[in-house]
Antibody
Framework: QVQLVQSGSELKKPGASVKVSCKASGYTFTSHAMNWVRQAPGQGLEWLGLINTNTGNPTYAQGFTGRFVFSLDTSVSTAYLQISSLKTEDTAVYYC????????????WGQGTLVSVSS | EIVLTQSPGTLSLSPGERATLSCRASQSVSGSNLAWYQQKPGQASRLLIYGASSRATGIPDRFSGSGSGTDFTLTISRLEPEDFAVYYCQQFGSSPWTFGQGTKVEIK
């Protein structure tokens, strides 16, 4: 069965960096793009962008270029989200989600990773 | 970018009642490329509907989606206790793939 398992919660200080991982199993990793979505405390879902797992080409939503970087390690079926120069407003739960282009929709989601940024 | 506006913000209903959730787009969503998701605390979000009206694998038939263009609806015909959650719509018609702000369905 398809599973997306994300790394654990992180507590960081402003200005630091964080790298969130999303390990996929149960399907061919390079067949589906991986999306990243965030949810600030008490807020709704916000699409950050996606990475083509076949080519490694990322697409970032406006406002998420520069400090946000998507990457892959296809040898271990894992996608990564790295955020640099963290700000307190980056505090949120970050989700990875598999994209099925045939639908289209995000058909499987990770459990989320809480990134807390506080001095 | 396409802005999705969901209404109402909160829906207070009893088990067995019908829930009707709206998702309105600021411009036409091409190909009716709109999906609905269910989110519960501490759980991974679940895809309910794609293509505006197609149920995802394993989704009970009490969930149905309809609409096209700028107006979309998710209907839960008879609420079960496990249906009380937050529901989001998302469009794939044009990038960025935006979400609505969510509708919370709570027990009355």
């Amino acid at each position: 069965q398809v599973q997306l398992v994300q790394s654990g919660s992180e507590l960081k200080k402003p200005g630091a960096s964080v790298k969130v991982s999303c390990k996929a199993s149960g399907y061919t990793f390079t067949s589906h793009a991986m999306n990243w979505v965030r949810q600030a405390p008490g807020q709704g879902l916000e699409w950050l962008g996606l990475i083509n797992t076949n080519t490694g080409n990322p697409t970032y939503a406006q406002g998420f270029t520069g400090r946000f970087v998507f990457s892959l390690d296809t040898s271990v079926s894992t996608a990564y989200l790295q955020i640099s120069s963290l700000k307190t407003e980056d505090t949120a739960v970050y989700y990875c989600a598999r994209f099925d282009g045939a639908l289209p929709a995000l058909d499987y989601w990770g459990q989320g990773t809480l990134v807390s940024v506080s001095s | 970018e396409i802005v999705l506006t969901q209404s109402p913000g909160t829906l207070s209903l009893s088990p067995g009642e019908r829930a009707t959730l709206s998702c309105r787009a600021s411009q036409s969503v091409s190909g009716s490329n709109l999906a609905w998701y269910q989110q519960k605390p501490g759980q991974a979000s679940r895809l309910l509907i794609y293509g505006a009206s197609s149920r995802a694998t394993g989704i009970p038939d009490r969930f149905s989606g309809s609409g096209s263009g700028t107006d979309f609806t998710l209907t839960i015909s008879r609420l079960e206790p496990e249906d009380f959650a937050v529901y989001y719509c998302q469009q794939f018609g044009s990038s960025p793939w935006t979400f609505g702000q969510g509708t919370k369905v709570e027990i009355k």
